[in-house]
């Protein structure tokens, strides 16, 4: 069975830092492509970042110079690091995997999701 599941969200106030952790199971992490997406109150979900089997591919304008995607195979964990952390950042963030080793924006293509992690960034 696969399992995604996310850590490390809480409260902080802006301009503060976060590492969110993204522990995968029951499939082989270092063949796929696992992403980041976050969504808030009355907004769609959106990307925040994908890493592929061989690196990262893709961070969102929005994020790019804050928040650095990486992973650890031995752990098959992915971590997103978020720095100069804004009140806009403030939403449920998801981890989700996707059958193929690319990563791909459109979050509908993604097969499996994590239960998510709370982030909230006061003003």
């Known amino acids: 069975e696969v399992q995604l599941v996310e850590s490390g969200g809480g409260l902080v106030q802006t301009g503060g830092s976060l590492r969110l952790s993204c522990a995968a199971s029951?499939?082989?992490?270092?063949?796929?492509?696992i992403g980041w997406f976050r969504q808030a109150p009355g907004k769609e979900r959106e990307g925040v970042s994908c890493?592929?089997?061989?690196?990262?591919?893709y961070t969102a304008n929005s994020v790019t110079g804050r928040f650095t995607i990486s992973k650890d195979n031995d752990k098959n964990t992915v971590y997103l690091q978020m720095h100069s952390l804004k009140p806009e950042d403030t939403a449920v963030y998801h981890c989700?995997?996707?059958?193929?080793?690319?990563?791909?924006?459109?979050?509908?293509?993604?097969?499996?999701w994590g239960q998510g992690t709370q982030v909230t960034v006061s003003s």
């Open positions: 989700a995997s996707i059958d193929r080793p690319f990563c791909d924006s459109a979050y509908p293509n993604y097969d499996n």
């Open positions: 890493i592929s089997a061989d690196g990262p591919a």
């Open positions: 029951g499939f082989t992490f270092v063949q796929y492509a």
